[in-house]
């Protein structure tokens, strides 16, 4: 998580700065931007999940360049808003949190494709596999999308980053094992743990904030 440029060859970095406007693009023309400017519900909800993202994304530990974590909340924010908004709005995040530390620019895309594109992109799969295939109940929506994909967001993350240190940078599987992997079962629970949680509280709450969620489709009847 947060990579910096100095790890990769120039020409992968453009290449993935290319790969994520393009993502950021779909977004844009395909975000349900009058469903959620019609909801004050849900544009409050937005903001202050923003600003508590750009909080949590402040508290990372590491111990060399690449090798820091922190919670990504890409999958509450899909869940919330759809994965156009949610990978806008933690793409904003981002952009934030390297104004502030100051971050090359270069790997901005690389990161973007690793911490948002990917775990907004599979939750939204995961979303759609299971209102296609499994009852539609509250219990199984907070446990399959939140805790579940939370879960599993972290590990595509980590899959895909060790991936591209092994082929790209000079770390060593010894050096990624020992800095990066064994610090992943910790952060896999406390993203599970946060999504879960805020979309539980959202869906149990604050119904009309959530986009994918729905009174009569999850509770009516049941």
Known sequence: ???PAQLFPGDWLWLANFAFGFFLYRAVRQAPWRTLL???VMVNALVALLFGAFMLWQLNAGFRPGF????LGSTLFMLMFGWPIAGIAITLVMLATWLRADLGFLSFGLNGLLMIALPVLFGD??????????????????LWNGFFCGALSIV????????????LSHYTWAQIQYH???ATPIIMITEAFTTGMLITAFTVFQPQAVMNFSDEEYLAGK
């Open 1 to 3: 998580m947060n990579l």
């Open 38 to 40: 019609d909801n004050g």
């Open 68 to 71: 820091n974590f922190h919670i």
């Open 125 to 142: 799969w995961l979303l759609r596999l299971s209102k296609r295939r499994l009852p539609k109940n509250l219990f199984l929506f907070v």
């Open 156 to 167: 595509l993350n980590v899959l895909a980053t060790t991936l591209l240190l092994l082929l």
């Open 180 to 182: 990066y992997l064994v």
